[in-house]
T-cell receptor, first 111, second 115 residues
Framework: GQQLNQSPQSMFIQEGEDVSMNCTSS?????WLWYKQDPGEGPVLLIA?????ELTSNGRLTAQFGITRKDSFLNISASIPSDVGIYFC???????????FGAGTILRVKS | GAGVSQSPSNKVTEKGKDVELRCDPI?????LYWYRQSLGQGLEFLIY????????KSGLPSDRFSAERTGGSVSTLTIQRTQQEDSAVYLC?????????????FGDGTRLSIL
């Protein structure tokens, strides 16, 4: 079945640094999404990507839909303490109602 | 509140008991999703409701799992004869249901622990 490999599993960075994480798959996805989850809360949708090659920003966040449709990355610029949490990528294959989720990247920020 | 509301927030029960988890979606949202999140893993799709259409139950892991959505609003996920592997956080999400059906607004989940 479809699987998303998300990396890194966790990262511990200095406040102010830029962060990059990515998601890859052997399957093609027609839509890529990035969510953030804080402890004890549900995921919050950050960015949605609908077209191969698309580059979209949301404040300090930038995400790209890979040209092969098998990968996506998320960048966070100038990280701040409230960026801590778990970031999930998710993909939709183009039919059905199911999103496939990666296992998440845990982000910890040193202040 | 204005968000997706789930209850209870935590549930501890003994193996073999039945449990009911409740989700109140955002008012006016016709699409409702249930996902399950096991420790250290991503979310796993369970079931999808859209308006009055037949639900997409393709993600339910066994016939012990069922869900209803009454009056197009509140949804209940029922797990019968619970097993230890059912322990997880059960998340509900809703969206307007127009265009691409993507879960946009998640509740904070019900943390289910089976002893």
């Amino acid at each position: 079945g479809q699987q998303l490999n998300q990396s890194p599993q966790s990262m511990f960075i200095q406040e102010g640094e830029d962060v990059s994480m990515n998601c890859t798959s052997s399957s093609i996805f027609n839509t890529w999404l990035w969510y953030k989850q804080d402890p004890g809360e549900g995921p919050v949708l950050l960015i949605a990507l609908y077209k191969a090659g698309e580059l979209t920003s949301n404040g300090r966040l930038t995400a790209q839909f890979g040209i092969t449709r098998k990968d996506s990355f998320l960048n966070i610029s100038a990280s701040i303490p409230s960026d801590v949490g778990i970031y999930f990528c998710a993909g939709w294959v183009g039919y059905g109602n199911k999103l496939v989720f990666g296992a998440g990247t845990i982000l910890r920020v040193k202040s | 509140g204005a968000g997706v509301s789930q209850s209870p927030s935590n549930k501890v029960t003994e193996k073999g008991k039945d449990v009911e988890l409740r989700c109140d979606p955002i008012s006016g949202h016709t699409a409702l999703y249930w996902y399950r999140q096991s420790l250290g893993q991503g979310l796993e799709f369970l079931i999808y409701f859209q308006g009055n259409s037949a639900p997409d139950k393709s993600g339910l892991p066994s016939d012990r799992f069922s869900a209803e959505r009454t009056g197009g609003s509140v949804s209940t996920l029922t797990i019968q004869r619970t097993q230890q592997e059912d322990s997880a956080v059960y998340l509900c999400a809703s969206s307007l249901g127009t265009g691409l059906a993507l879960p946009q607004h998640f509740g904070d989940g019900t943390r289910l622990s089976i002893l």
